[in-house]
Nanobody, 115 residues
Framework: QVQLVESGGGLVQAGGSLRLSCAAS????????MGWYRQAPGKERELAAV???????TYADSVNGRFTMSRDNGKNTVSLQMNGLEPEDTAVYYC?????????WGQGTQVTVSS
């Protein structure tokens, strides 16, 4: 059974930075695409960033150039470095693992950006 545990959310002023981390259990971590999704109040969950098993990254247009996703296969972790945060980035951020059989989700971590 895969478990994903996020950490690193919090309150920050506009222009500030936060780093989110996600720790994954299970032995297949290195084989799977990992993603960070976010859901703002009253909005649908959307993709922020994704990283393939080979380390290739893709970002939503809204975060491209400000967010950087990385993975450490030795530690079964992924991170999301968020710089230049804007109030529009306020959301619950979820870690996602895509396996052959299903998607797994973390419990989410709140990011709040004040103006």
């Amino acid at each position: 059974q895969v478990q994903l545990v996020e950490s690193g959310g919090g309150l920050v002023q506009a222009g500030g930075s936060l780093r989110l981390s996600c720790a994954a259990s299970g032995s297949t971590f290195r084989l799977n695409t990992m993603g960070w999704y976010r859901q703002a109040p009253g909005k649908e969950r959307e993709l922020a960033a994704v990283i393939s098993s080979g380390g290739d990254t893709t970002y939503a247009d809204s975060v491209n150039g400000r967010f950087t996703m990385s993975r450490d296969n030795g530690k079964n972790t992924v991170s999301l470095q968020m710089n230049g945060l804007e109030p529009e980035d306020t959301a619950v951020y979820y870690c996602n693992m895509k396996t052959f059989w299903r998607d797994y989700w973390g419990q989410g971590t709140q990011v709040t950006v004040s103006s």
